[in-house]
């Protein structure tokens, strides 16, 4: 077997997310959808609510690679977890 060291920066081209918003009643919810707009599975990330308050939601996917804490909640800078 013959083992080599690549040499040469590896190009990785970055993901494209795609976000939508959508009325569900009195609540607003931020969504992954993908490039046809079609909701991906566990792609709720956030819920404004009618007093404006902004929920994450619980067990969003990770593979789409976004930054979650252990409940699998959108990380927020400021915001502890």
Not at 10 to 23: A, D, G, M, P, T
């Amino acid at each position: 077997m013959k083992v080599k060291v690549f040499d040469k920066a590896v190009i990785v081209k970055e993901q494209e997310i795609f976000l939508k918003l959508e009325q569900r009643g009195g609540i607003v919810v931020l969504i992954l959808v993908n490039e046809h707009g079609e909701k991906t599975v566990a792609g709720n990330l956030l819920e404004i609510r009618d007093d404006m308050t902004i929920y994450r939601c619980n067990y969003v996917n990770s593979i789409i690679g976004l930054p979650l804490n252990k409940e699998k909640q959108l990380k927020i800078i400021g915001v502890d977890d």
